[in-house]
């Protein structure tokens, strides 16, 4: 194979008029044809056509940074970069000056793309602080914002003067809240650093006490002139050239959302002839099981690639949704090529994680949405109840047993001056150990909940 073959399978430039089968037969051929690891597979160029070690890193570290989305690569560094949001930077900059004088806490609420989270950045950036954030989804229970975001409110930083904890999408707490928005609540009230918030729906009714115990800040949705002004400068840093009509769409239908309408105007520039780029409107948003209803029961056809563009869900979470839910809907030789399409997607989310390579995302979505709704021959149209990922709880049980473990690894080690993996390797062994003489217990101070762990 030679060079030149494997450049235009992993970065040609998709035209708008593709198919969907078309992506289908073309990610069949990249998961035959090219190895996981890149670096195997440029060193096997190499060898293969006596092209010099250097070029080949060269290129390959080239392809990962040209890889970053546009989102991504020009994500405002300080507040002067920030774009449209004039107002909430003052308010930012009043509270930060002022604490602890009137609320502890601010929240920054408003859409997608609109800037919270890289205005708390920023503005950590401004002070020199160091910032400790932390994705309120991960963190739904009381236990885990104890093991989590306690030390880092009560710690002072190793490296700065100053710290900024920033809880993002808070509403994820409240989705399944086990305790977790109580616990904010109370640490809050102790923090000595300013706590930043972020949240698309602050005016939900389980976070009335949140609102009461912070700075409310609205971040508005950007103007769509600002919104295009920022195209023309990236398209002017890219040494690219789009229609103004192409750019004055996408600005208008990104509906005040900067990072969707970056997202176009990626892909509009990726086209042979970006005029013919018609973005989507946006803010027309889908819940999951809406969305599992057309792939599952709806005819496949080009439409299906957009279908998950409206749910606010990572493709991630997407992708357990339907490794949950497949085989509710189907069965037999279905469920068959469902599962095989839905495997060759985990190729393809592998290879992202790996090498930062998003371009493979186009692949992933394909076969989790036309790939998946092809695969049956008849559509099952009675009412069928989807459920949550339990693949996620189940992660979550696992990490609560082993918390324990490795708490009492870190203390075994600690006092023993051995390594920690060394610990966690002979734990069986270091049980036994602990069990066998109380004093032992004591010089480690455990916790009752670690004894009970170590006793049982």
């Known amino acids: 194979m030679t060079q030149k073959k494997i450049s235009i399978d992993i970065t040609e430039s998709f035209d708008e008029e593709i198919t969907c089968e078309e992506i289908m037969e073309e990610s069949t051929d990249l998961i035959e ?12 160029v190499k060898e293969e056509s006596e092209i010099p070690l250097e070029t080949v890193n060269k290129t390959i570290s080239e392809r990962k940074k040209d890889s970053k989305s546009f989102a991504e690569k020009y994500r405002p560094k300080t507040l002067n970069e920030i774009m449209g949001q004039a107002e909430a930077i003052v308010k930012i900059k009043i509270f930060v ?21 890289t205005m708390a950045h920023a503005i950590a950036k401004a002070m020199d602080a160091e910032i400790f954030e932390l994705n309120a989804s991960d963190l739904r229970n009381k236990n885990k914002l104890q093991e989590v975001l306690k030390p880092a409110i009560e710690q002072k930083s190793l490296t700065k ?61 950007i103007n769509y002139n600002i919104i295009k002004d920022v195209l023309i400068n990236i398209l002017k840093k890219e040494k690219l050239s789009i229609d103004d009509d192409v750019l004055t769409k996408i600005a208008v239908k990104a509906n005040g959302d900067l990072r969707a309408a970056l997202n176009d105007l990626q892909t509009a520039s990726r086209l042979k002839d970006p005029s013919k780029f018609v973005p989507d409107e946006r803010n027309r948003r889908t819940d999951i099981f809406n969305a599992l209803k057309l ?3 709806g005819k496949p056809n080009n439409d299906l690639l957009k279908v998950y563009d409206s749910v606010d869900m990572q493709i991630d979470e997407i992708f357990l949704w339907l490794e949950e839910n497949i085989n509710k809907e189907y069965s037999g030789l279905d469920l068959v090529r469902a599962y095989d399409l839905l495997s060759k997607a985990d190729v393809f989310k592998g290879r992202i994680h790996k090498q930062q390579y998003w371009r493979f995302l186009v692949y992933e979505n394909a076969l989790l949405s036309y790939g998946i709704s092809s695969a049956k021959k008849n559509s ?77």
């Not at 000056?97 to 989270?117: F, I, R, S």
């Not at 809050?188 to 729906?201: E, G, K, L, Q, R």
């Not at 609102?211 to 949705?221: A, G, H, W």
């Open 161 to 221: 003067l100053n710290k900024i904890i920033l809880v993002d999408e808070v509403d994820g707490i409240c989705a399944v809240d086990r305790g977790g928005l109580s616990e904010l609540l109370e640490l809050i009230s102790i923090t000595t650093y300013p706590v930043i918030i972020t949240a698309n729906d602050i005016w939900k009714n389980n976070l009335s006490s949140l609102r009461q115990k912070v700075e409310l800040v609205e971040v508005r949705e």
């Open 295 to 297: 792939v599952f029961k």
């Open 380 to 456: 099952n149209c009675g009412f069928t109840s989807y459920q949550k990922p339990t693949r996620i709880l189940k992660i979550w049980l696992s990490n609560q047993r082993n918390a324990k473990k490795k708490s009492i690894a870190q203390k075994y080690a600690k006092l023993v001056h051995v390594g920690y993996k060394r610990a966690m390797s002979e734990f069986p062994i270091i049980k036994q150990i602990i069990n066998s003489n109380p004093k032992i217990q004591q010089e480690l101070k455990l916790e009752k909940d670690e004894i009970e762990y170590i006793t049982k």
């Open 33 to 44: 044809k090219v190895p996981a690891n890149l670096n195997y597979y440029f060193k096997k």
């Open 97 to 117: 000056a002022n604490y602890p004088k009137k609320k502890k806490a601010m929240v920054l609420y408003g859409g997608p793309g609109t800037g919270k989270t």
